[in-house]
C-alpha cells in the first residue's frame, strides 16, 4: 500500500512540474520576458545569424547545463531541508516539490529563449520549436527524478 502511495505522490511531483513549466513558458513569451543575464552563448546565436535550429541548439545546450548543473545543488538542499522537516509525508513534498519548481524555472527560461527564436528569426512555424523544446523538457524529467529519487528515499 505504501509503494502505490509513493508511486501516485511521485508522479503528482512530476507532472505539476512539467504542468508549472509548460504554463509558465507561455506566460513568459507573452509578457515579453526575458532574464536578467545573458550568456556569450546566447548572444553568440543571435550575432552569427544562426539557422533557427542552430540557436536552438546553443539554447538547448546551455539550458540543459544549467538543469544538470543545477540538480546537484538542490538534491543538497532537499536533503537538508527534509532533516528539519516536522510535517510527515506532505512536509517531505511540499520541500521536493519546491526544488523541482526550481528546475522548471530554468526549464521555461530556456523555452521563452527558444519561442523567441522561432517568433523574430525563425520561420514562425513550431516545428522546430516543438522538437527542441521537447529535448529541453526530457533534460528537466529526468533532473527533475533526481530529485523525486531524493523525496523517495527520504520518506521511507
Do not use: H, W
Request: glycine fraction near 6%.
Amino acid at each position: 500500500r505504501m509503494n502505490i502511495m509513493k508511486k501516485i505522490t511521485i508522479l503528482g511531483i512530476v507532472l505539476s512540474g512539467l504542468f508549472l513549466t509548460a504554463c509558465s513558458a507561455t506566460g513568459n513569451v507573452e509578457k515579453g520576458e526575458s532574464s536578467s543575464y545573458k550568456t556569450e552563448k546566447t548572444n553568440e546565436a543571435k550575432s552569427e545569424k544562426l539557422t533557427e535550429e542552430q540557436q536552438d541548439q546553443v539554447i538547448l545546450d546551455e539550458y540543459s547545463k544549467k538543469i544538470t548543473d543545477a540538480t546537484p545543488g538542490l538534491i543538497d538542499e532537499y536533503n537538508a531541508e527534509a532533516t528539519s522537516n516536522t510535517s510527515g509525508l506532505e512536509g517531505l513534498a511540499t520541500i521536493s516539490n519546491s526544488k523541482v519548481s526550481k528546475l522548471a524555472e530554468i526549464s521555461t527560461e530556456g523555452m521563452s529563449k527558444m519561442a523567441e527564436v522561432m517568433m523574430s528569426n525563425g520561420s514562425g512555424k513550431q516545428d522546430t520549436y516543438n522538437e527542441f523544446s521537447k529535448k529541453l523538457t526530457d533534460v528537466y524529467t529526468t533532473e527533475a527524478a533526481k530529485i523525486t529519487e531524493a523525496y523517495t528515499s527520504s520518506a521511507q
